[in-house]
């Protein structure tokens, strides 16, 4: 089965960096499971909430500059948040990665706190544009 992206997962990837979005783009389309955007560009104020909440360990996030973005799995019209549907949406995610020759991150490879739904662009690659 073909996916795409829905009208909700394209606004929320409104502002994150165009690579990423070519990424995501390319990603739903070899996945074999559907998923949607849960978050790409996030206000420090949400960084605040999430960190208050040890959703996340950092102030320095990768989503405050629209160089990351969370994918959850959508199944049956929910989230689910398996850690086998992470590793599946990751795989499309790796894939699309060397097909577009865009390196990736993926929070499910972290070893001190994975985040199966975070992908970002490299802070190597992707150092903060100085402005």
Not at 97 to 109: F, M, R
Request: charged share 25%; with cysteine.
């Amino acid at each position: 089965m073909a996916y795409r992206l829905g009208t909700r997962s394209r606004e929320r990837l409104t502002a994150v960096h165009p690579h990423l979005i070519q990424l995501v783009e390319k990603a739903i389309t070899l996945t074999g499971v559907d998923f949607t955007v849960l978050e790409g560009l996030r206000t420090p104020e949400r960084q605040r909430v999430l960190f208050k909440k040890g959703a996340t360990k950092t102030m320095n996030s990768r989503h405050l500059t629209g160089h990351a973005v969370d994918l959850g799995a959508w199944v049956c019209g929910e989230v689910r948040w398996d850690w086998p549907l992470h590793y599946r949406i990751a795989d499309a995610v790796k894939a699309a990665s060397i097909e577009l020759g865009i390196p990736i991150e993926w929070g499910g490879d972290w070893k001190s706190f994975p985040d199966g739904p975070h992908f970002q662009l490299p802070w190597a690659e992707y150092p903060l544009e100085e402005g």
